[in-house]
């Protein structure tokens, strides 16, 4: 009967031991999963921020050249008055 005992013992002891192992590999698993999505959504969003930097750098350079061309347009136009003003005072 002490002989059976000490294998159910063993077995106990085994059996605790392989639960134990696998529990710790399913926590490093989990663990490695979770690790490995927030360094996917880490490197998502800084590729987001800088096309974020780059498209607000273009904003600022269109508005730029839309407010340089508003101001040639209105010297044109104060041009056209001016060349159509000349011609009527011509016509007179």
Partial sequence: MTEEIKRAGKCVTLSVVNVIVG????F????????QKDTSFT???SSIEKDIEQLDGRLDT???FRSTLMTDLAE???D???IRRQ???DRN
């Fill in 80 to 82: 056209l008055l001016w």
């Fill in 87 to 89: 011609l009527d005072n």
């Fill in 28 to 35: 490093g698993s989990a663990m490695y999963y979770i690790s």
């Fill in 62 to 64: 269109s508005e730029a």
């Fill in 76 to 78: 044109i136009k104060t």
């Fill in 23 to 26: 529990w710790a590999i399913t």
């Fill in 43 to 45: 490197l998502r969003i």
